[in-house]
């Protein structure tokens, strides 16, 4: 059974400080890596994809991949209280584009 | 980014009838799913919708609780037959291409009682 493990929280971040959210996976083949936020009663929206080891940095958000530890990051720098939703981790299955997703680990962002 | 609607937005139904949500893309595009989504959980996969030939079904999810139809590469439906207040959920119509992202229409809160 394939899994994807996340913290779900809720993680508390001062406004301005640096949100990490953690996420580990089972599947060793995977080569595909997404986050996507949620708010509440919204649906997720798509806000990094990752599939080489190393760093990917859009705006203030950094996606970082490690696959021989099976880990993927999400850092969001100078937290806002618009930040605060669920973020959800999720990995492609490679035999049949299916994502495995985390439970989610929801994020408050404190004024 | 493909863009995504779904009709409707939300509805309330009754015990034992059925409700039909569709799904429409903005371009062609080779996969469509369906998930569903209890409060405060995570998305469960239902099923992958195919053009051209039956979808495919997670353990737990048949066709005939959950038929679907996908007569072309921009549309597809969810119907939810029989329904009991455990049907209760949102549920999320989802594209993408081979090698690109998934993304998500806006969702279908369904309520039944």
């Known amino acids: 059974q394939k899994e994807v493990e996340q913290n779900s929280g809720p993680l508390s971040v001062p406004e301005g400080a640096i949100a990490s959210l953690n996420c580990t996976y089972s599947d060793r083949v995977s080569q595909s890596f997404f986050w996507y936020r949620q708010y509440s009663g919204k649906s997720p929206e798509l806000i990094m994809s990752i599939y080489s080891n190393g760093d990917k940095e859009d705006g203030r958000f950094t996606a970082q991949l490690n696959k021989a530890s099976q880990y993927v990051s999400l850092l969001i720098r100078d937290s806002q209280p618009s930040d605060s939703a669920t973020y959800l981790c999720a990995v492609e299955m490679d035999s049949n584009y299916q994502l495995i997703w985390g439970a989610g680990t929801k994020l408050i962002i404190k004024p | 980014s493909a863009v995504i609607s779904q009709k409707p937005s939300r509805d309330i139904c009754q015990r034992g009838t059925s409700l039909t949500i569709q799904c429409q893309v903005d371009?062609?595009?080779?996969?469509m799913f369906w998930y569903r989504q209890q409060p405060g959980q995570s998305l469960t996969l239902i099923a992958t919708?195919?053009?051209?030939?039956?979808?495919?079904?997670e353990s737990g999810f048949v066709i005939d609780k959950f038929p679907i139809s996908r007569p072309n590469l921009t549309f597809s439906t969810l119907t939810v037959s029989n329904m009991s207040p455990e049907d209760s959920s949102i549920y999320l119509c989802?594209?993408?291409?081979?090698?690109?992202?998934?993304?998500f229409g806006p969702g279908t809160r369904l309520t039944v009682t």
């Open positions: 371009s062609q595009v080779t996969m």
């Open positions: 989802s594209a993408k291409e081979y090698s690109y992202e998934q993304y």
């Open positions: 919708a195919n053009q051209g030939s039956e979808a495919t079904y």
